[in-house]
């Protein structure tokens, strides 16, 4: 009887341990992710990859400045070679289709933070320096474009994360102007919202001593509110149309966390938000997923394969 009682404890004990692991420890090459594939890119090592549900690298390619990727529906990666080109490239690293906003801006300084394959084909492209968004067909035509407006150009802040919105509108994340902008397809503001230093001094520099609101994503939800990665603001905001702040967590939040430049953030269907986390250090998660009341339930750290440069981070879904 004793010896029963003692393989259930350890029966039991192994299952706690096992659930513990899956749910709430830090995940990646350094401890496998059950169940999890990453997208993750990272310019310090120059390595844009996916991290499959054992952590071992599925694919993998070098690039060197990168703040946007996506994995296509056909399985093509969209992705950026420098602050200029944005190139389709197959699983075996053929490239398909490019667009340089170089060679379009000839003369002119312009970088690439943003850009998103839309439903039809055409490819929609955030240009800082030009500050204007512009949709592209497969030839590179441009077919549409929208003048972006800021008030502190700059080549390299003039945006981050852009995305189009069901409604034909686009979010724009504009970095130097520590603003959130909605525009129409004429190109008319219809929302602003600025992101508060809630009460701080601006300090310079990337990791968690530094602060700012040097905005990086926002995201339009399902309920109209929009959620925001405020960059070295280390925080997660979600506001309403009216500007409130609903919902918040910051730097210090989230135990044994500490957020540096929050990237990208992403509302899950089950409710959790899923927080990129760059420039914090090795010892801290790249990719974290909390519960609406704030709880940690799941986090990703990989500082085998990528570094202390990671904006890129995404969750795909399993593989077939």
Known sequence: MIAMNSQRFLSRAAWMLALALTVGGVQGADTPAPGRRILAGDDSTQRLGIVGADGRMEWEIKVSAIHDAEVLPNGNILLQQGWTKVQEVTPAKEVVWEYDAAQAN?????????????????????????ARIIEVDRSGKIVHQVKLQVDHPNAHADTRLVRKLANGNYLVAHEADGRVREYDRAGKIVWQYDVPLFGQEKKGGHGPEAFGNSVFSATRLANG?????????????????????????????????????????????????????????PDQPQLIEVTPDRRVVWTWKDFTNFGNSTPVVAVLPPKK
């Open 106 to 130: 000839p003369g002119q300084r312009v970088e690439v933070h943003a850009f998103q394959r839309l439903p039809g084909g055409l490819t929609m492209i955030a240009e800082s320096g030009p």
């Open 225 to 281: 509110n929009t959620l925001i990665g405020s960059g070295n603001g280390h925080s997660v905001l979600e506001v309403t149309p009216a500007g409130k702040v609903v919902w918040k967590i910051e730097q210090n939040d989230l135990p044994g966390i500490t957020l540096a430049w929050v990237t990208r953030v992403e509302r899950l269907p089950n409710g959790n938000t899923l927080i990129g986390n760059c420039h914090a250090g």
